[in-house]
């Protein structure tokens, strides 16, 4: 599990409550029912008219990533393609048939299987650029399920303020009604501003950060499929490779050479 994401959530809150305790506060008058109906009601309605059922029936499973540890290991990736190229060089690229079933991604088999049966480069290309583009769709549209949310709750928020504010001002008789319309007017906009910044703009963040992730692994198999398919030598494939990580990653393989 992804520590981060759900600890994160976890101490904003904490942070919160004791900023509000701190100072001798009362905890219950932050506490409005109609408010959260307002808000976070609000805020589900209308995620629900911007995106389709079948988006929405995986609002739990895109929550669910942002809570997964997300492991990819680039330099196994770069070890293993470096040794299919060393073997394709040395026996033929049919030998590498054999070595298809140790491969767990189902991306990399592809794209191996058809270098294998001898698909042109450009065709390849295409059909694994055409897998990765629908890949990001997919990934598109989970983080787009929460910049929505995170974009309409202070709108609902805000919503709430002007409900309290007619309240209020329609009853300035009733000194009861003052301060439950003042009530869902200020608190209707905290809850918008929590769930907004707290939940769904940095898991929105971490979505986006994992599909980097993902994607510069994709490019990196693309890449060394291709080199293996034109019959490079092993040292050029580890070069490419290699240039695709960042700086700090680069220092291993540079180590080891």
């Known amino acids: 599990m992804e520590i981060t994401t759900l600890g994160g959530i976890i101490m904003g809150f904490v942070l919160i409550v004791m900023?509000?305790?701190?100072?001798?506060?009362?905890?219950?008058?932050?506490?409005?029912?109609?408010?959260?109906?307002?808000?976070?009601?609000?805020?589900?309605?209308?995620?629900i008219v911007a995106f389709p059922l079948d988006t929405l029936k995986n609002i739990g499973k895109y929550f669910s990533i942002s809570l997964k540890k997300m492991e990819i290991n680039y330099e196994d990736t770069i070890h293993t393609l470096s040794s299919?190229?060393?073997?394709?060089?040395?026996e033929g690229i049919l030998s590498l048939e054999d070595k298809l079933v140790e491969i767990n991604d189902p991306f990399l088999k592809k794209g191996l299987q058809m270098a294998i049966d001898g698909t042109e480069e450009d065709t390849l290309r295409a059909t694994l650029d055409k897998d990765m583009e629908k890949l990001e769709e997919r990934h598109a549209l989970g983080k787009d399920v929460f910049d929505v949310l995170g974009y309409l709750a202070p709108s609902f928020g805000m919503i709430g303020t002007l409900i309290g504010l007619i309240m209020m001002l329609a009853n300035l008789e009733d000194k009861s009604a003052i301060g439950s319309g003042m009530a869902t007017a200020l608190i209707t906009t905290l809850y918008g501003a929590i769930v907004a910044n707290l939940i769904c703009i940095p898991i929105n963040k971490k979505l986006e950060i994992y599909h980097k992730r993902e994607m510069l692994l994709r490019e990196m198999m693309v890449e060394g499929i291709l080199t293996i398919l034109r019959g490079e030598n092993t040292r050029t494939l580890k070069d490419k490779l290699i240039s695709f990580l960042p700086t700090e990653m680069r220092s291993k393989f540079i180590a080891e050479d």
Do not use: H, Q
């Open 84 to 90: 299919f190229a060393e073997m394709s060089r040395k």
């Open 19 to 47: 900023g509000i305790v701190a100072p001798g506060g009362d905890l219950l008058l932050y506490w409005d029912v109609a408010s959260v109906f307002i808000t976070l009601g609000g805020a589900l309605s209308g995620t």
